[in-house]
């Protein structure tokens, strides 16, 4: 089964490293983004890559040219503006044979159970399975009394209302009638 990484965009919030290099190759632990997140798939038996590359693709291209790590990994230029409904309208031709296939963005680690969404995805026989994460909390909470008193102090609880895009997905080869075109923002229309 095919991963496709969504890794084109500019990086434009951490532009302080993104005007060198595209966001998935920036590193964590001396290991590109990128890396980390075919290791994930890889671990759980999916090792066939697409990269959906845009912005600075050479540097994408020039670090895994002779990858031993990644044997089978495609680095495909989707445009240089394109959206994300539009990266994956660009490889439809390199997933024709697939029935499904993952995507995630060039940033998305974690510590997920793929073999899990994957079966997930089958058994509900749907054309698009999505992780969802409750948003990390970034500050913490005080409760203080009308007297001005700190009662308590919890350092960034966890919020339990609410749920946010956890940037893995299960794709069924339906999924590209519903991306018109290469415009397209997948986060939006599509989904």
Known sequence: MKVVILAGGKGTRISQYTQKIPKPMIRVGNIPMLSHIMKIFKFYGFDEFIIAGGYKINVIKKYYKNSKEFKDIKIIFTGQNTMTGGRILRL??????????????????????LKKLFNFHKKNKKVATITAVRPPVKFGELKINNDFIVKSFIEKPRVDMGWINGGFFVLNKKIFSYIEKYSTVFERGPL
């Open 92 to 113: 439809k031709k390199y997933l024709k044979d697939e029935e499904f296939f993952f995507m995630t963005y060039g940033d998305a680690v974690s510590n997920i159970d």
